[in-house]
């Protein structure tokens, strides 16, 4: 059940940001924000309630379905902000300072020396505190015998002071305090080496700790050292990271070993917590560095090809791409509408005439033919070129079809949503179903934008988790381009009427039943990557374990029979080529097959 | 020419100088054995005489060590080096650098002169081999233009030398 839960990050982006202000006071990390989720969910739905709650009957309740599993996603990781980090440090430090009766600076050093973990902390201490004292230089009495006559020189400057002029660590090496205060400044000012900063003493290993720190540097000293220190508990926690992303200084706690690396920062920043690369799932970490290095080797190359423009198949005029969608249409006279991908007519793509969606395959052209050997490895460079070229054009496609994607949801939720609610005469509450399709379109796009690095590392020989492959990623691209079409362009008409239209509620049903049926493709396209398409071997297994899946889904979702059917209803006019949605779970399966590829539903 | 890093050039600190005045009057009272200080009138460079200790390999012979001081010494290293001919030694590098921990990273401001004096002659007479270090002939190219040994990254790996 664990991808399951995962794979909802999308409704997870949306509950973070929406709940911007529940978190911005937050002084209180996971529990609380499980808590504000609860409360914004629960008042959206009672102000559904209080409309027409029996029209929307499919909206208040897959909200609700979502409410339960955002709160159950929630679970493996938390954000904490820069107070968090800091009260957390300072309740390990309390933590270890109680138990082993010793002063808060002291706790400090310890934990800093264990990464910060409590546990390792006791096990070490309890194990030979003697052997701990000595490592980290936590003294228990004077390594050398304070001298008793009045006057003494301070070991740095060999000045000679009266001795009440000088300060000492446990140890009772003598500085004064100029000499302390010139000693932990340099030393600050070199770097994080502050924090383990000992006795001046060359023999001594008594530790400086943030006492001396406190009572001798100066404020902006202190605060570098806070700082040094605020740090290490992040950067030496093994649970612990920075978000990656510029100017966000919060950090994640990942509970390891509990499935997807995928985390969204408060800042609504997407990554990978294992790689820090952008959130890639399902393709590995491993493939995702491969492709990477790959893209900043042969960027150079791809860059003309992928200059921004294309000439229009048909008349040649030259055209930018400036919407998110892949379906283009060239401006009049000509109007030819085209797949950006492939350049093919767009009516070959499955919603008019009920052709195929294709143009996610990579049909290498090879032809069994009499070559010469030069001519065949001419040939062979080409070929791994345009293969390679196949796959980075739609990898960037959609990243930058995502970029779009993202700046059209933020303008939906800014400018248009309240425009829209004013010549709808809807209240911007019903209006909600607008911002999922965009959620979806977002998250979409990244999946299958990393899809494509995974294609290309899917070895040739493998035909036949290759055709799958590409079947699945072909059906999940064809639902999101649909989505992706509806959202961004019959949105326009409704945004651009005079009044409110008749068909709203056509286009609500219309929108909100592709953004799920979407999601359900791509859930099984993710499923399935994850995987590694072992359901090519073994599709018993695997259809055992998606039917599990499937009841549970449709267990929280009770209720929403209505939205469904006319979902599966859309669906099927929408692709006439004898693929058939699935009454129970919307997937979209083969004309051949005779019961659910998912949930096992005979047709 | 060899030896000006940048941090050389300024004037001592008012602490360093004193701190140096008194390093050499507690010198001139109680010389490290086998070192002897060459007087000049620059508080800044001191140019010291090493002579191997006797029942060494390097019994009999002598070396200058030249050392500048930084203006803010004792908290920032001393600049120490062999002024060629370096004695052959696997941490002494024939432009006279010094492969030595306590003169870069674990300097500290309790250390002296006479304390660096005493470290480099132990490591001296510790030596197993008359030879220069494997990378000699890569790290002399690389420190054309009298750079700094305080400017190389050293690695401190081996203990016994």
Redesign the interface.
């Known amino acids: 059940m664990e991808s399951e839960d995962d794979m909802h990050d999308a409704n997870e982006v949306a509950s973070v940001e929406e709940d911007d202000n529940y978190y911005s006071g937050g002084e209180d990390d996971h529990d609380m924000d499980e808590a504000g989720e609860g409360e914004d969910y629960g008042y959206d739905y009672d102000e559904e309630e209080d409309d027409d709650a029996a029209d929307y009957d499919f909206i208040a309740n897959s909200d609700d379905g979502d409410d339960a599993l955002v709160s159950r996603s929630q679970k493996n990781y938390t954000i904490l902000k820069e107070e968090d980090i800091q009260r957390r440090q300072f309740e390990d430090i309390t933590k270890i300072s109680t138990v082993l009766s010793i002063p808060r600076e002291a706790a400090c050093i310890l934990l800093r020396r264990y990464n910060w973990s409590v546990n390792n902390v006791h096990e070490e201490w309890f194990a030979d505190e003697e052997n701990v004292r000595r490592a980290v230089g936590i003294l228990e009495k004077p390594v050398v015998k304070s001298p008793n006559y009045k006057e003494v020189s301070c070991?740095?400057?060999?000045?000679s002071y009266s001795i009440g002029k000088l300060r000492t660590l446990a140890c009772s090496?003598l500085?004064c305090d100029?000499?302390w205060k010139?000693?932990i400044s340099?030393s600050i000012n070199d770097g994080p080496g502050c924090l383990v900063l000992r006795c001046?003493?060359?023999s001594c290993g008594a530790a400086v700790g943030q006492d001396m720190i406190d009572k001798l540097a100066s404020h902006e000293d202190k605060e570098k050292y806070r700082r040094y220190l605020l740090r290490s508990y992040v950067e030496d926690s093994r649970k612990i990271k920075w978000c990656p992303a510029p100017g966000c200084d919060s950090a994640v706690e990942y509970v390891v070993g509990s499935g997807s690396y995928d985390v969204t920062c408060s800042c609504s920043h997407s990554f990978c917590w294992n790689c820090a690369e952008e959130a890639h799932r399902p393709v590995d970490c491993e493939t995702v560095a491969k492709w990477v290095l790959k893209n900043s080797a042969e960027s150079e190359n791809m860059n003309w090809i992928l200059a921004n423009s294309k000439p229009c198949p048909k008349c040649k005029r030259p055209i930018e791409k400036n919407q998110g969608c892949m379906h283009m249409t060239c401006t009049p006279p000509c109007k030819f509408e085209f797949c950006w991908l492939c350049l093919g007519q767009w009516s070959d793509h499955g919603e008019r005439t009920g052709g195929f969606y294709a143009c996610n395959r990579y049909e290498a052209a090879k032809q069994e033919g009499v070559y010469d050997e030069s001519e065949r490895r001419r040939e062979m460079a080409k070929n791994s070129l345009e293969r390679y070229t196949h796959y980075y054009e739609r990898w960037a496609s959609n990243q930058s079809s995502r970029q779009k994607a993202m700046a059209d949801l933020h303008q939906m939720q800014s400018v248009h949503l309240e425009k829209l609610s004013e010549v709808q005469c809807q209240p911007e509450s019903q209006l909600k179903f607008i911002i999922e399709a965009w959620q979806q379109i977002v998250e979409c796009r990244k999946v299958l934008k990393w899809t494509y690095a995974y294609g290309f590392y899917l070895p040739e020989a493998e035909h036949t988790k290759k055709q799958f492959f590409e079947y699945l990623q072909g059906e999940a691209e064809a639902g999101l381009e649909r989505l992706h079409q509806c959202a961004e362009k019959e949105l326009m008409n409704y945004l651009s009427s005079e009044g409110p239209s008749k068909d709203f509620n056509d286009f609500r049903t219309k929108l909100a039943g592709l953004t799920s049926v979407t999601r359900n493709y791509f859930e099984n396209l993710v499923r399935a990557l994850e995987n590694g398409l072992s359901d090519v071997d073994s599709q018993a297994v695997c259809n055992k374990m998606s039917s599990k899946t499937a009841a549970g889904t449709s267990k929280s979702k009770s209720g929403r029979g209505k939205g469904s059917s006319k979902t599966g209803t859309a669906v099927r006019n929408a692709d006439d080529s004898g693929s058939w949605a699935c009454d129970k779970c919307t997937y979209m399966n083969a004309r051949s097959a005779a019961a659910c590829h998912v949930c096992n539903h005979r047709r | 020419m060899t030896s000006d890093s940048a941090s050389s050039r300024k004037a001592l600190s008012k602490?360093a100088s004193?701190?140096l005045q008194?390093?050499l009057v507690?010198w001139q009272v109680n010389p490290p054995a086998g070192f002897k200080h060459i007087p000049t009138d620059n508080l800044k460079r001191w140019v010291i005489e090493v002579n191997g200790a006797p029942g060494t390999l390097y019994a009999g012979e002598m070396y200058q060590l030249q050392v500048d001081f930084p203006e803010?010494y004792?908290?920032?290293a001393p600049q120490v080096i062999f002024v060629p001919p370096a004695p052959l030694h696997p941490h002494i590098y024939s432009n006279g650098h010094i492969c030595l921990d306590?003169l870069y990273d674990?300097w500290?401001?309790?250390?002296t002169v006479s304390?660096i004096c005493i470290s480099i002659l132990s490591m001296l007479s510790s030596s197993p081999a008359k030879q220069r270090p494997a990378d000699n002939d890569r790290y002399v190219k690389n420190c054309k233009n009298g750079r700094s040994p305080k400017e190389t990254r050293w690695w401190f790996h081996d203990d016994k030398v």
């Open positions: 070991g740095i400057c060999f000045e090496h500085f100029t000499c010139a000693y340099t001046p003493d060359p | 602490i004193n701190r008194k390093e507690e803010h004792p908290m920032e306590i674990s500290s401001p309790a250390m304390s």
